[in-house]
Each structure stands twice: as C-alpha cells, then as structure tokens.
C-alpha cells in the first residue's frame, strides 16, 4: 500500500516552453501533497505545499506564478512550470501522506521527474 | 526560518565497521524525524524513523537516537556493508492541528562501505 506515481519520468522541452508533472496517490487520499526539487549532489528542497482544493502554500523564494500547483482531487497534484528556462532543469519529486492510516506522519514519495530545457 | 544541519557530508568506513550520522535541528515543534537512503536517481527510502516522544529506536542493523533537549538527532549503521553504499539524508517536521507536516532535510550524507 501507500503508493505514490508520477509521471512524466523524464521530460526534455525548450525554453520558454511550459511542462506539467503529475502527482498520484494509487491507493490513499492525500488531502496534502508536498513539491521538492533536487540538484544533483544535493538535498531535497522543499518547493511548496499543496492542499486539496484551496491554494498552495509556496516556501520562501520559490515563485508561485512560475511553478503553478494544482491540488483538484484527493489523489491528484500537478505541478507545471511555465516559461521553463535551462535553470529549471532539475528532479522534481512529490510526496504524500495518508493521514487516516497509523502512520500518518510518514510521507510517501513518488519516483520523480527529471526535467531537462534546452 | 526551520533549518536542519546534517554532518558528515561524506564518510567512508571499511565494511563491517559502524557508521554515525548526525543531524542537529532548529525548530521546538518539530516531532517527527525521519531517515532517508537514495540510490542515484531514484526516490528516497524511508529507512527508519523517531517520534520526539521516544529516545531511541533499532531495527536490525540501523538505529535512530534523539536528543531533544540539545535538538540532535543521529543515524547508527552497524556491521556496514557495501549495499549500505548510498546518500543519507535525515529530515525534521511537526506535526499539530497548524502544522501541515511538511519535511526540512539535511543536506545529506555520502556513505561509502569499503569491502
């Protein structure tokens, strides 16, 4: 159980082109989602928080109008950039938890999608 | 701002021998401290985890100390072996009725098992 996808895996676009990347919950509801984005070598940072049916909550410089997240159903986060520049290459990786089980507190990722602009 | 420190940035350990992690934490709030092993490209495993309400938790080989008084937190790898060769990462969040549980990570650990 507890099975998070996304999908695409990989995706190669050109610049000032815009990508959408899913978030699935398989087998729970997640009324929360969270949105990381890793460079290579590096950790995991936190992008923004997407709540089921109301805005995402963005971490501090991280700009909402260009990652634009979409939380509509309760096993459902998109995560799409617009006007993706080469800087915006990088993995982006979603998680969820489900909170109605007895480990509520974990969070479940998804394999992640790596981003390339050319 | 919440912040999590993570050290050693890289270790390397003859197999068989014990590895430590360690991780120091910013936030009061937070309550729930989880590990992280990822294998390049892929997504990090949940390897163990500690709720602030324990001192410490084993499984098998790995265990998990806390220190909430000091705000430190450390990963034991014992009897390491070459699979155990992977980035680490420790990560903090809280969880309340205005805390959405989101994750702070540390900035990882790059663990080589010699055989």
């Known amino acids: 159980g507890a099975v998070v996808s996304q999908h695409p895996s990989r995706v190669i676009c050109k610049s000032g082109t815009s990508v959408k990347i899913e978030c699935r919950s398989l087998?729970?509801?997640?009324?929360?989602m969270f949105w990381y984005r890793q460079f290579p070598k590096k950790s995991l940072m936190l992008m923004a928080t997407?709540?089921?049916?109301?805005?995402?909550?963005?971490e501090q410089g991280v700009e909402k109008d260009k990652f634009l997240i979409n939380h509509a159903s309760l096993t459902l986060s998109t995560l799409t950039v617009t006007s993706a520049h080469p800087e915006d290459s990088s993995f982006y990786i979603c998680?969820?938890?489900?909170?109605?089980?007895?480990?509520?507190?974990?969070?479940?990722f998804g394999p992640g999608t790596r981003l390339t602009v050319t | 701002g919440e912040n999590v420190e993570q050290h050693p940035s890289t270790l390397s350990v003859q197999e068989g021998d014990s590895a430590v992690i360690k991780c120091t934490y910013s936030?009061?709030?937070?309550?729930?401290f989880p590990w992280y092993k990822q294998e390049l490209g892929k997504r990090p495993q949940l390897i163990i985890d500690i709720r602030s309400n324990v001192g410490e938790k084993k499984d098998q080989r790995i265990a998990v100390t806390l220190n909430k008084t000091a705000k430190h937190f450390s990963l034991h790898i014992t009897e390491t072996q070459p699979e155990d060769s992977a980035v680490y990462f420790c990560a903090a969040s809280s969880h309340g009725s205005s805390n959405t549980g989101k994750l702070i990570f540390g900035q990882g650990t790059t663990l080589q098992v010699k055989p």
């Open positions: 997407s709540n089921e049916g109301s805005k995402a909550t963005y």
């Open positions: 087998d729970f509801q997640a009324t929360t």
């Open positions: 936030d009061s709030a937070s309550n729930y």
């Open positions: 998680s969820a938890r489900d909170q109605t089980s007895g480990r509520r507190y974990e969070q479940y």
